[in-house]
C-alpha cells in the first residue's frame, strides 16, 4: 500500500486525520449535500493547489483520468457541483476549518527563530484582476483587486488571522477586525497609524510597534543615552526617547529613532519599555519578512488567478492554499527533508502523482516514508476536540 501511495494520498490522509467534516455538519443543511460535503471540498482544492492546471476543469480532468487520483479524491467530480460549491460554500465554515487545521497541527511546524516570542506582523496585500471579468472586485476606476487583511504570527510564519475583502477596503476599515491576544505584540507599518486602534491593543494586554509619520505631533519627556557610531544589523540607532503624543496625552510611550544604510530615518513607536533600545529597532525590522511571505504564498500557490469569477470562490481559493501551505510546512519537518521549503514544495507539486516506487531512493522519498509513518502512528482526534 505504501508504494502506491502517492504525495496528494499523503496530504489528503493528513487532512483525514484532523476531521475537517464535524465543522461542516454543524450546518443543518450539509446532510443534502451528498455529492460534495465540506470535508471533501478542502481535500479538492488542496489538490488543485498540487496539480498543473490552474482552471477548475482542469482539476476536474485531472481526477477524471486518474484513477489513483479518483480513489483520493472521493471519485469524480462534475464540473457544474464543483463551481456550485465553491460560490455557495460558508466562508466563516471554511475558515473554521482552517483554524481547526492549525490547532491540530500548528505545534508540529518548525520555528524560524528565537530571537522573539509572540510576535505578530500585520499587513495587507492585493490579488489584482480584471474588473471586466470580476466586476465584484472594486479598487479604483478601471482597476479591480482583492485583498487579503492578514496577522502572520513571526514565530512559525502561519498567519494567524486573515480578512478578504475587496481592493478599495482601507486597512483601518471596521470590516478588518483583529482579534487582539494578551503577551502579544503587533509589529505594523505607518498606514496602521491610529490612535484608538493603539488603544484597543494596549486595553487587550497586547503590545504594539508602529512606525510613525513625519507629521506626527509629540512631546519629549525623556532623552535616554544611545549609541550613535555602532551599527547592529544594517541599522544606527539615533534616539531613545520617551514621549507624549498630542493626541493621546494621558499614556507615555515610547519613540526610538534608526537610520539605515542608506540614509532613511525610520521612527518607531511602542508601549514596550523592556526591551532594548536595539531590540525595538530590530523588531520593527522584521516586519519586512510578511513581505517576504507574500511573495512565497503568491509565488507558490495559486491564488493570483481564481479558479471561478465569483467572490466566494476566491476567498476558498485563498483558505485552502494556506491549508496547503500548512501541511507542506509540517510536512518537511516530520519528513526531515534537508532542502529548503521551496525545494520541498516544488518538488511535491512535480511528483505529486507518481507513485513511490517511480520515485527515486533519495532524499524526497525518504521524507515521505517518515511521513507516511508518522502518519499511521499520530492521532488528531483528541488534539482537536481539546482545541475545540
Not at 4 to 23: E, P
Not at 248 to 274: A, K
Not at 278 to 286: G, H, V
Amino acid at each position: 500500500m505504501k508504494e502506491s501511495s502517492t504525495i496528494i494520498s499523503l496530504i489528503v490522509k493528513g487532512l483525514n486525520k484532523v476531521g475537517l467534516q464535524k465543522v461542516f455538519d454543524k450546518d443543518p443543511y450539509e446532510s443534502r449535500r451528498e455529492q460534495l460535503k465540506g470535508a471533501r471540498l478542502v481535500n479538492l482544492m488542496v489538490i488543485y493547489q498540487l496539480i498543473k492546471s490552474r482552471f477548475m476543469r482542469g482539476l476536474v480532468r485531472a481526477i477524471a483520468d486518474n484513477e489513483n487520483l479518483q480513489k483520493v479524491a472521493g471519485g469524480e467530480i462534475a464540473l457544474n457541483t464543483l463551481s456550485n460549491a465553491l460560490a455557495q460554500r460558508s466562508v466563516e465554515q471554511m475558515m473554521e476549518a482552517w483554524q481547526l487545521v492549525i490547532s491540530c497541527y500548528g505545534a508540529r511546524i518548525e520555528r524560524a527563530g528565537k530571537r522573539f516570542a509572540r510576535i505578530a506582523l500585520i499587513d495587507s496585500s492585493l490579488i489584482k484582476l480584471s474588473l471586466a471579468a470580476y466586476d465584484w472586485a472594486l479598487y479604483r476606476k478601471q482597476k479591480g483587486a482583492a485583498k487579503m487583511h492578514m496577522v502572520l504570527e513571526w514565530g512559525r510564519r502561519i498567519p494567524k488571522q486573515l480578512t478578504i475583502t475587496v481592493g478599495k477596503v482601507n486597512d483601518l476599515n471596521s470590516k478588518v477586525q483583529v482579534c487582539w491576544q494578551a503577551g502579544w505584540t503587533y509589529v505594523q507599518d505607518r498606514g496602521y497609524l491610529c490612535f484608538s486602534r493603539l488603544k484597543s491593543i494596549i486595553a487587550a494586554g497586547a503590545h504594539f510597534v508602529v512606525r510613525v509619520k513625519d507629521n506626527t505631533d509629540f512631546q519629549v519627556i525623556e532623552r535616554r543615552e544611545v549609541d550613535t557610531h555602532r551599527h547592529n544589523n544594517g541599522i544606527r540607532l539615533r534616539s531613545d526617547w520617551t514621549i507624549r503624543l498630542e493626541r493621546w496625552s494621558d499614556t507615555l510611550l515610547r519613540l526610538v529613532s534608526y537610520q539605515l544604510p542608506d540614509g532613511t530615518l525610520i521612527r518607531v513607536l511602542t508601549d514596550r519599555f523592556d526591551l532594548t533600545a536595539d531590540n525595538i529597532a530590530l523588531l520593527y525590522k522584521e516586519r519586512w519578512k510578511i513581505e517576504n511571505w507574500w511573495k512565497w504564498i503568491k509565488g507558490v500557490f495559486k491564488i493570483k488567478e481564481p479558479i471561478a469569477r465569483n467572490e466566494n470562490a476566491l476567498q476558498v481559493q485563498i483558505i485552502t492554499a494556506l491549508i496547503a501551505d500548512l501541511i507542506f510546512r509540517v510536512f518537511k519537518k516530520v519528513g526531515n527533508f534537508p532542502g529548503t521549503l521551496y525545494e520541498f514544495v516544488v518538488r511535491c507539486q512535480e511528483m505529486s502523482l507518481v507513485p513511490w516506487s517511480n520515485l527515486a531512493n533519495g532524499s524526497l522519498r525518504r521524507a515521505l516514508e517518515l511521513i507516511f509513518f508518522d502518519l499511521l502512528a499520530i492521532n488528531l482526534s483528541s488534539q482537536s476536540t481539546r482545541a475545540a
